[in-house]
């Protein structure tokens, strides 16, 4: 069943928020994309996300991913008007602004300092202060164990789940999308991807590798690496409350129908999406005590799911030098990355050229890191 | 469509919904004994304002949440029916501060 099928411009292997967001961006400048996508049983990174559009504290040590995550924050207004636009889904983006809530006067210094040093990097990136008087004026449901709050006006939040069904219906009738299709072999013949699955081979001239955790297999086949594991996040989810939280804060969340997102958990485990109580209880200790109303509020919902990470937490934007016309793209932030993976990423894959902005963000890095460490 | 018990027997519990008195038998949900009696609007949901009602009186699906002597977000399917229950309409999400 090979080569009797259309050639298409690109394949993308993967169907959660990157390679979702790819397709659209890349069927969008014309190109013929096929979508990849496994199936039920995949370990579903955009069905578990907290929904945070988030830039503050982001790329302290790397200035090209602070710069990388703005740009993607910049472009969300119009990338959520545009979905609303072409699909009629309102994805539910909301840009009040973003919290941290301190425990300590210690946190609010490193934060602080944290923060500045952003702002020394790349000039334009506003954030401010709020002590506990102006942080209760901003939030009278906040506990008097919090000292403070760092405040930054690029941040908002996002339901993951509308953002992802929202990219999937806008690419319906444009993007020959393929699901329950796990890639078992990637061969390059006569210029050309060909991608085995169960079902066939397809062809392209052109391969994008958004697999999530997937990609750590597939990306050696195109001469590429992928160092990502799995990395779990825990998240609980309230009753719907009458609105309480105008902007999201790094833990805890409202939604735009009440409910309350409890997170930020991390936990290596490997391939585990379970839900432990220790967990849980961590998770509401803190909220309560950011929150003591909470204290009195029921819980619905938890899940699991498995964050995308690499060493340095940093995405993987890479074309393949022994596979030209292969690409990887990872992170952990493909809520975040959404817009700039559509409106930036996916036109360069379309050129066949990623910018020099992304130098930064090849795998080789990690070789080096593994060099340094054994020195 | 009307709801119609299987057995008939059994001590009568009376409780009121929305002010009004109703009757039921004793171990029955109180999702069972609300629909039993023609209810068929226990909440509006907070994201459109609509009426729903339960889906799967199994504790799943969250569509029979109804405030129970002054608790709001109560599952009428997980709950049994109780002498002298005031029940009422969830109207929307919650209000934390009441």
Redesign the interface.
């Known amino acids: 069943m090979s080569g009797g099928g259309p050639v298409a411009d690109v394949i993308v292997i993967g169907g959660g928020l990157v390679g979702a967001a790819l397709a659209y961006g890349l069927s969008r400048e014309g190109q013929a994309v096929t979508l990849l996508d496994e199936g039920d049983n995949a370990f579903r990174a955009s069905r578990g996300n907290f929904g945070l559009v988030w830039v503050q504290g982001k790329g302290s040590r790397s200035p090209a991913y602070a710069r990388w995550t703005r740009a993607s924050a910049d472009l969300w207004p119009a990338f959520a008007t545009q979905l609303l636009e072409e699909t009629a889904i309102d994805v539910g983006y909301r840009k009040p602004g973003g919290l941290t809530l301190c425990m300590s006067e210690a946190e609010m210094e490193s934060r602080c300092t944290l923060l500045q040093g952003l702002r020394t990097s790349l000039h334009e990136y506003d954030f401010q202060m709020l002590d506990r008087l102006e942080l209760r004026e901003l939030l009278p449901?906040v506990g008097e164990t919090v000292v403070g709050a760092s405040f930054c006006p690029h941040d908002g939040h996002v339901s993951p789940l509308l953002l992802l069904r929202a990219l999937h219906q806008a690419i319906l009738d444009r993007v020959a999308y393929r699901p329950g299709e796990e890639v078992i072999a990637i061969e390059r013949r006569d210029g050309l991807f060909h991608v085995r699955t169960r079902r066939g081979t397809r062809a392209a001239i052109q391969l994008v590798l958004a697999a999530g955790l997937g990609n750590a297999k597939l990306a050696p086949r195109v001469g590429l690496q992928a160092p990502v594991v799995p990395v779990r996040g825990q998240i609980l989810v309230t009753?719907?409350?009458?609105?309480?939280l105008p902007l999201p804060t790094m833990q805890v969340r409202q939604t735009e129908?009440?409910t309350v997102m409890l997170g930020d958990s991390h936990e290596e485990v490997g391939f585990d999406v379970s839900t432990t109580v220790a967990a849980s209880r961590d998770i509401t200790r803190r909220a309560i005590a950011q929150f003591p109303?909470?204290g009195?509020?029921?819980m619905?919902r938890t899940w699991g799911a498995l964050r995308v990470m690499t060493a340095d937490g940093l995405p993987i934007y890479e074309q393949s030098q022994t596979h030209p016309g292969a690409y990887i793209v990872t992170c952990h932030s493909g809520v975040t990355l959404a817009a700039v993976h559509a409106k930036q990423l996916a036109p360069a894959i379309a050129r066949g050229d990623l910018p020099p902005e992304l130098d930064a963000f090849c795998a080789e890095r990690f070789e080096e890191c593994h060099v340094v460490q054994a020195q | 469509m009307s709801f119609r018990r299987s057995d008939t027997g059994g001590t009568n519990v009376r409780f009121t919904f929305e002010g009004r008195p109703l009757e039921a038998k004793e171990g029955e949900t109180l999702a069972a004994a609300l629909l039993a009696a023609g209810v068929r609007e226990f909440r509006h949901t907070p994201a459109s304002n609509q009426p729903r009602g339960p889906f799967c009186m199994m504790g799943i699906c969250f569509e029979c949440h109804v405030e129970v002597d002054s608790r709001a977000n109560q599952q009428a399917c997980m709950l049994n029916v109780r002498p002298g229950m005031v029940v009422r309409l969830q109207r929307g999400a919650r209000d934390p501060e009441a």
């Open positions: 449901a009753e719907r409350l009458q609105p309480f129908v009440g109303f909470l009195d509020v029921q619905i």
